[in-house]
């Protein structure tokens, strides 16, 4: 590896890996391609300013002579790629975007990257590829049941790897990721939505009983666990990069509004995400045993780091949180708030 385009390195998960590369090894050169949708952020690479070893360029997935046009110009050998539409309520409320980005946009990438002789293709990919998982913990040859737009677009993702590995014999890996949190994640998923809206005292709407279970991993952890498997997972392989800590979301929000020292009268239930998947769990013993790799954070200190970020950086979340988002969160939350209030 010596010059890796980084697809999607504008957003959360991404500008961590960016951010740990360019810092980690002056070596490689990374190029971080962007479209700059509402989630991709300048700011996230701010830290990076002036680095060498470093170079960012605007630029969609889906445009083939856009791509081809950035592996050549920088000699690119690797491709990581995180881009997509990340938002399941976002792809409840309209799936195009993530058919667009998620599946054709994939394709597109890998063709790209085929038709450059790119050595390592690397999909960035998600554990709701595998949907509800009732017990137990999910292991890489289950079954694929996604059961949002969002997953089933990034099932479609996949698959469109495999096969370039299997049909073109293109060097690939995948990794499988969970639930992440951490600073510079973009207001509208459950942990960052919460602490800015409670630091203003504003409600906070948890769907339907708030049982539902997630897997929480720290956006350092799973950069680092990306990295493992680009640099050391076999050629066709999928890896689960878990947190292997798994919550009822309303321990979770009773945690962070302890951490933050606010009142659980801050809770409101609202009516449920359709088709809701109850629980994810996954194991990681395949990316532990085989790769080595090593959670670095607990939950507890990871999340009052995260609280402690976005209190010292409202710089960074106030200004997100104006036109496109407030539309956005009126889509989504005004009438179910509202049900709330009037049956409370
Ligand atoms: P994000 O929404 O914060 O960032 C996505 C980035 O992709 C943004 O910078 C956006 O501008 C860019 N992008 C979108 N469409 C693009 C296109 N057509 N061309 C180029 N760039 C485009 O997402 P995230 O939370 O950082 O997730 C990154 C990846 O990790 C995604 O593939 C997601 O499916 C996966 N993942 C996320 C989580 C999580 O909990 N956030 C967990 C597991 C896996
Ligand atoms: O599991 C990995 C996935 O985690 C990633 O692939 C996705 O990109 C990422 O968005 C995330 O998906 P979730 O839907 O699990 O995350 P979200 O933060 O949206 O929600 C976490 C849980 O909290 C989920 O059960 C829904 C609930 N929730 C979420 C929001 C935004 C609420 O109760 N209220 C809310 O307002």
Redesign the pocket.
């Known amino acids: 590896m010596k010059n890796i385009l980084v ?2 390195g ?5 500008s961590a890996f960016v951010r740990l590369i360019v810092n980690d090894y002056p070596n490689y050169h990374i190029v971080t ?5 509402y ?2 952020n300048l700011d996230n690479l701010q830290p990076l300013k002036g680095a060498q070893n470093h170079t960012f360029v605007q ?4 445009d083939l002579e856009g791509v081809r046009g950035v592996l050549e110009e920088h000699d690119i050998d690797t491709v990581v790629n ?6 399941v309520d976002r792809s409840i409320l309209d799936p195009e975007a993530f058919i667009r ?1 998620d599946v054709f ?1 994939v394709y597109r990438l890998l063709e790209a990257a085929h038709q450059h002789g790119i050595g390592r293709f690397m999909q ?4 709701e590829v595998y949907g509800d998982v009732e017990s137990g913990f999910s292991t890489e040859d289950d079954n694929f049941l996604p059961n949002s737009p969002y997953a089933a677009s ?1 099932a479609s993702g996949e698959l469109m790897v495999r096969s370039y590995h299997v049909t073109y014999g293109m060097d690939t890996v995948t990794s499988r ?4 949190y951490g600073p510079y994640q ?1 207001p509208e ?1 459950l942990i960052p939505f919460f602490i800015t809206e409670a630091a203003d005292d504003r409600s906070l709407p948890v769907y339907g009983d708030g049982m539902q279970v997630r897997d929480w991993l720290h956006v350092d952890d799973h950069a680092s666990g990306v990295l493992k498997v680009l640099e050391n997972g076999k050629s066709g392989e999928v890896y689960n990069i878990a947190g292997e800590d798994i919550r009822h979301n309303i321990d979770v929000i009773k945690l962070l509004l302890d951490i933050m020292d606010k009142p659980q009268s801050l809770i409101k239930y609202v009516r449920d995400r359709e088709g809701h998947d109850r629980r994810y769990a996954m194991s990681a013993q395949k990316a532990e045993k085989e790769l080595g790799w090593e959670r670095q954070h607990t939950f507890e200190a990871g999340l009052k780091q995260t609280v402690q970020w976005y209190l010292d950086n409202e710089w960074w979340w106030r200004k997100i949180k104006t036109g496109e988002y407030l539309e956005y969160y009126k889509k989504q939350y005004a009438e179910r708030l509202a049900q709330a209030e009037s049956t409370s």
């Open positions: 697809t999607g504008a957003g959360f998960i991404g391609f962007d479209k700059l949708t989630a991709g630029g969609d997935i889906a995180f881009a997509a539409e990340s938002h980005t946009g960035v990919s998600t554990d990034k990721g969970s639930n992440t973009y998923k």
